[in-house]
């Protein structure tokens, strides 16, 4: 069945992006939280995060992380495209032709008239 194949590339191109999403978030996160803690920018900012509130603050980019990964269960495959069949397409084509030949003979007849 093609379209569950469809479905899958769909489903692993979103947890795909999910994952990217989550890595650039605790990157930043912790670029900035780790150095923090450690007081890299107390001379410039007179900042320092005591280790209560590092930890806390790991524990707090874990937990956004997974919840982040819990949104997955909102995921909704793509709407089936509606597909007809080779002679319903063929009787469609068919009947425009006829009416577009209908049309163009009437365009005739009336300028016959004229």
Excluded at 8 to 37: D, E, K, W
Excluded at 72 to 95: F, G, H
Aim: overall charge neutral.
């Amino acid at each position: 069945r093609i379209w569950d194949v469809v479905t899958c590339l769909h489903l692993s191109h979103t947890i795909f992006r999910r994952i990217q999403l989550n890595m650039v978030f605790s990157l930043i996160y912790n670029c900035i939280g780790i150095p923090m803690a450690a007081g890299v920018f107390y001379p410039f900012v007179q900042i320092q995060l005591p280790p209560t509130l590092a930890a806390g603050a790991m524990a707090l980019s874990s937990f956004s992380v997974v919840i982040s990964s819990l949104a997955l269960y909102l995921y909704r495959p793509p709407n089936r495209p509606t597909l007809t069949t080779s002679s319903e397409n063929a009787i469609s084509t068919t009947t425009r032709s006829i009416e577009n030949q209908t049309t163009t003979m009437n365009t005739i007849m009336e300028n016959d008239d004229d």
